[in-house]
C-alpha cells in the first residue's frame, strides 16, 4: 500500500524562542517571506503526499488561517490586478487536502502521532516535525518512502551529528545494508557516554500503522512524555509480518532547527542566498559587511 498522508505534529510551545513565540505559533516564524510550516507542508506536497493531518494544540489558530482561505486579501489583491501577491497568498491554501486533530493534553510527541491514528487507518504514514526544515534542494522522504515500499516496516531520517550534540535527539543504534542501514536500537536524548553512535533521528518518519497499538501501550518515557522513539524500538523488534522493522536513510544534506535561533538564521540566510530576486543583493551585502568589520 502506498504512502498518501502526512501526519504534523504542531502542538509544542516553541519556548527556545521566547518572547517572539508568546503569542505566534513557533511553526508561523517566516524563514525569508514563509512561515516556516509551509515549507515543511511543500515537501510533503513534492513527495507525493497531499493528505496533510495537523495535530495542533491550543493557540495554534494562526497556522489554520495561513492554510486557509482569506478572502478580504484576496479581493484586494485582485482589486489592484495584484496578481503576483495573489498566486502567493492562494499557494498555501491550494496545496494540499489540510486536516487538523487537537492534541489535548500535550503529552508527548508519541501521543501526539496517537492522535492521527483515526485519520490514518492501516495505512503507512509519513510524520514531519515543524521544527526540522530540510533544504528543499535535498528532498529525502521520496527515497524514505520508495525503501518502506520495497522492504515495508518503518522508515527513519538520521544523520551525523557531532556527539556533543547527540543528547538533543533520539539516537540510533544501526547495521549497515546496501544503501540504507537497519535500526537495531533507538535511546532516546542519550547522554554522551551512553550514546551507541553519533546517528541522529531527525524529524522525517515513514511509520508502519502497526505503530499505533504500540504507541496507546507505550507508557511515559524521557521527560514523563509518551516518546514515539519508544514505539520504534518496539517496533525495530516487532517481527516484518505484524508490521515490524525500522530502517534508516543516512541524510547528508542541508537541514535546520528553526526552533534553534543560530539554525533559524542560516536557514533565513540560505534559503534566500538561493532566490534569485533576493540572493544576488543579499550576496554582496553580506560580504561588504563581513568584509568592512560589521560596518556597512
Ligand atoms: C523529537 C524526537 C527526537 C528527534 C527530534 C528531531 O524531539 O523525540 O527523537 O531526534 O524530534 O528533531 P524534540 O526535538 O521534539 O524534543
Known sequence: MSVTKAVVPVAGLGTRFLPATKATPKEM?????????????????????????????????????????????????????DHTRLAKVAAATDLARIHYVRQGDPLGLGHAVLMSAQHV?????????????IDPRDPVLAE?????ERHGGSVLC????????IHLYGCAA????????????LIEKPAEEDAPSNLAIIGRYVLD?????????????????????????RLAQLPADQGGGVRGVVFTGRRYDT???????????????????????????????LDSGNDT
Open 29 to 81: 516564524l517566516p524563514v525569508v517571506d514563509k512561515p516556516a510550516i509551509q515549507y515543511v507542508v511543500e515537501e510533503a506536497v513534492a513527495a507525493g503526499l497531499d493528505d496533510v493531518l495537523f495535530v495542533t494544540g491550543r493557540s495554534k489558530r494562526p497556522l489554520e488561517d495561513h492554510f486557509d482561505r482569506n478572502v478580504e486579501l484576496e479581493a484586494a489583491l485582485r482589486a489592484k490586478s
Open 174 to 185: 544501526v547495521t549497515e545494508a546496501d544503501d540504507h542501514v537497519v535500526v537495531t536500537d
Open 259 to 289: 526552533g534553534d535561533r543560530l539554525s533559524y538564521l542560516q536557514a533565513v540566510i540560505r534559503l534566500a542566498l538561493d532566490r534569485d530576486d533576493l540572493g544576488p543583493p543579499l550576496r554582496e551585502w553580506l560580504v561588504d559587511y
Open 209 to 233: 500503522p502497526a505503530v499505533f497499538d504500540i504507541l496507546r501501550e507505550t507508557p511515559p518515557g524521557r521527560g514523563g512524555e509518551i516518546q514515539l522513539t519508544d514505539a520504534l524500538v
Open 158 to 165: 538520521l544523520m551525523e551529528v557531532p556527539r556533543e550534540h
Open 144 to 148: 524514505m518512502i520508495a525503501l518502506r
Open 121 to 133: 487507518g492501516n495505512e503507512p504514514f509519513a510524520v514531519l516535525l515543524g521544527d526540522d526544515l
